[in-house]
């Protein structure tokens, strides 16, 4: 028996480094916010959720992974927040880094942007902490994310950025079965343009297909269609450049 699969797992409280005050919870989709605002929420901790994730591409499957993460907000009673969508500012942050590897100075860049502005929100509107459900992905470096929250509250001595591993004690493991559970969009590629370039250059050196955006759906048969404004093959040609 799993003793912390949903169906087993007694949540112990959670004791943030602020006790007693709001948290401001940096998003990046449904899937990694249902476990980490699960156990928020079940710590009683006063949480709101900021959707800025300006990297996803194209602004079709944007817009799908934050209705995903609003949806579920909304199940849970939290408040969310929609960022900008800045897309320009995104890539002039990110210029001469395009060919950087996943987890390379390029995502480093990537994520100081994201809680960069997430620390001057909570510092503009009376939060005292922040965190992001980013962490919990095994497809990320941990102390890579951390150290950008770290660096981007460095600014604001009022905001603390809380390095909690949710993956521990199962938490990695029930993301999945929420996300079942949910059945949430189930994006095949980290979000950004090159982040899908990378994905299908390694599938089709696999002899797999490319990806199908918009079709994938935790828990779920693939849907018949993609999003909308793809060609024949459910793909977008602007986007997959190499």
Known sequence: MNSYSLDNYERPELIPPEPGTKLLMHSCCAPCAGEVLSAVKASGIDVTVLFYNPNIHPQAEYEMRKAEDTRYC?????PHIDGDYDTDNWFDRIR?????????????VCFDMRFERTALYAAEHGYHMISSTLGISRWKNMAQINEA??????????????TLNWRKKGGAARMIEIAKREAFYQQEY???VYSLRDTNRHRQAAGRE???????FYGREAVTSPLPGADARGEYP????D
């Open 210 to 216: 490319r990806i199908q955006k918009g079709i994938k």
């Open 190 to 192: 980290c979000g950004c």
């Open 238 to 241: 602007w986007l997959n450049r």
């Open 149 to 162: 929250g770290v660096r981007a509250t460095a600014r604001y001595p009022e905001v603390t950025y809380w």
């Open 74 to 78: 909304d199940e849970l009673g939290i």
């Open 96 to 108: 001469g880094l395009e060919n950087e590897p996943e987890r390379g100075r390029r995502c480093t």
